[in-house]
């Protein structure tokens, strides 16, 4: 993974200083808020309902133990214990007091994180597919592109002030785990014909109040050129986006409004205007630079040990429905990509304790050459993984409560924090993960499902992507009490698609029976057990499921 | 007949506080209770001078139902706030000095 | 209003840039700084001219007449607009503007380092803060990485590595 020389450690250690400064001169009262909050938040600090919050950027979801072993560090001794991983591949801490961040910040630098742009109008944490570099159906590894633009964009000088947030997200394989058509401008790298490396462009989606699926910008932009391709996107924003309305100052409302046929003419124009051969030179140098940080690491011969993993199924069926959920292909024979589930039924969707955190640093440094990846369902994996190892891995990730088999299942709720912690939800959205996930396992469901993709949002932000959920669910506020919203038929992905409100919102006593009605429904319905229920929406339409969900509830 | 106090987070730790007759307090069965408008504004006024002091940020009354033990907030997300993440019991906080929990969720 | 260089971070005395409004005559000799609307006259002129340039105006306009002119000021509607720092990009990058480039209007302080890094050379400021150069000291700013700003890692880099050696700032 990346190693910071000289540069990137004298650049953070730079803005360490300058925001530890900042905060004496908050806590001294020389600092109001109202100039101090657009600071801290760049600094990656919100002010959530009971404490203050750090969000600790994961670039492109790619983590060492010595890393993780610092988050536990701070888990223990700044906050609570435990930790949250996000649907962004961040994690977040939610119990941090402003006095104590100084010493954080200088700890977390020591390790090479570092919280600029985590939060505010920045452009925020580049991710990509967890799988990067692993994939089975890798086509190029996107991390050094995503390092790349990590680098560009931090502290950019032409881009801090951005009309409103920005995220983007950088894929390279044929399946698109980093749902890039749901960000401001998503990535995609392949080969052309030539068998040059190039870049599919996206521009203008995001999820929340408008959701959009971005539309396709460019079909092919040689892979050098895309630095500076994206700061002509991101010039046209700023000189063109909205900044008169809140909810109107993302870009995918830019493209929207002038057309995207427009829109692509003035980047067009732009970048042709502005291509600058010495900066492209520079780019390549940069890239050849960091690539070096992204070789393979050393995979040793491990094709034999497939059959011993084949045999070890054969004879446990708890290791067998571990590994069809939880374990997948990898781009070297004779080794996996291990999952890690952080939803166990009943437990808090995305969150560890400071020991599993430890523990888990361990198993990576044992199992998966020290690295880990976080995901965007609020997971993690162990990416290098030795067939032959799997078994006894499972075994110490079954020991920490870290092994349910329900990755991409039913079970394996994606859900923000929402009201339990966030100062912006309208709706708790943990709780109604929890009772459904429970629910689910006392009817043994879970695996019965099949792939499900559930995820709930606590308010119209969606932090929880509810949008792209199979099932999505949105906690608002309705007379002073909860409302839940379901939405159904979204998707992500290559194939992604927006859900579609089904009615009315329930309330927190009525939606997850609701939820369990509509779930019995497609059991009952579907034409086999292999047709999945984002196929059973989009075959019987969501009309039925409509009766079904506001029938009245039996007994 | 509508009652009011005042709720903050301290500035230097985020942590929940209620304006009591002796300051900022963590404990919401100490926060003092407006009953009129005119106490109402006094606790706003109160509240604008800690900030401009740096004591606390994000001051505002906040609706309660007066009760004898414990002003209770009407407000889902100000019980949240009073009590803790109502999925953690165990990260949750009584409402009194003397540990007891006069409001739920 | 005080006037801030940003090569040197010293104070310029005040200059004698005569703002003409929209509808006066614009005097035949002296430093004039005119709005947009009237770039033929700036061109016709001799004499120090330069343009001053709303948020929403587009630098590109000014690609005819760039060689005439001495000063582009562009002005800030609100102290976080981010719009003066690509109008600043194009003039400086695309269109090789070499004269001074000046952020005018709700200019702010804190934000000066910022400005330098984006290839601004100078700075109209409403006020400063009584230890105004401690503040800056406090204020300053690494390298960074884009190629496009006054001090980069990248080049830096780029330059270390044609020298054959490390990594060092």
Redesign the interface.
Known sequence: MYRYDAFDRELVHARVRQFADQIAR????ELD?DSFRRLRLLNGLY??????MLRVPIPYGVLSSRKLRVLAEIAERHD?GYAHFTTRQNIQFHW????EVPAILERLAEVELTPIQACGNSIRNITSDPQAGVAADEIADPRPWAELLRQYLTLNPEFLFLPRKFKMAITGAVRDRALIRAHDVGLRLYRDPEGALAFEVYVGGGLGRTPMLAPRLRAHLPAAEMPAYVAAILRVYNLHGRRDHLYKSRIKILVHDLGLERFREEVEREYAASRDSEEIALVEAELARLSACFRPPPYEEARGEEKVLAARAAGDPAFARFLAANVFRHRVAGYRIVGVSLKPPGG?PGDVSAAQMRLLADLADRFSFGELRTTHEQNLLLPHVRAGDVHELWQRLEEAGLATPNLARATDIVSCPG???CNL?TA?S??VA?ELARRLEEKGWSARLGPLDIRISGCINACGQHHVGHIGVLGLEKR???SYQITLGGNDGTDAALGRVLGPGFSREEIVPALLRILEFYLARRRAPEERFVDFVRRSGIEPLREVAYAPARA | MSAWILAA?R??????VYLSASGWSEWLAEATVARTEEARRALEARAKDA????QV??AAPIEVEERAACPVP????ER??AL?????PE?QRPTSREGERHVSL | MPLLALDDLELRPEEPWLEVPEQAPVPARGPVLLGLARLAEAAARDGPTGIRLEPDEDPAALAPVLDRLSLIALRFAFPHDGRPYSQAAVLRRRLHFGGELRAVGATLFDLVPHLEQAGFDSVALASLPADWRRHLERLRLPRLYAPAARASIWRARAAAGARGGGGRP
């Open positions: 908050r806590l001294s009262g808020e002010l959530q309902l009971h404490a203050y609570r941090i007091r402003l006095e808090v009201l339990d912690y939800a708790r943990i709780p929890q002073g009490r909860e | 987070q500035l230097r730790d985020g942590r929940v900030m401009a002091a740096a940020v994000d009407v407000r889902l997300r949240i706030r803790g993440p109502s999925v953690h990260l």
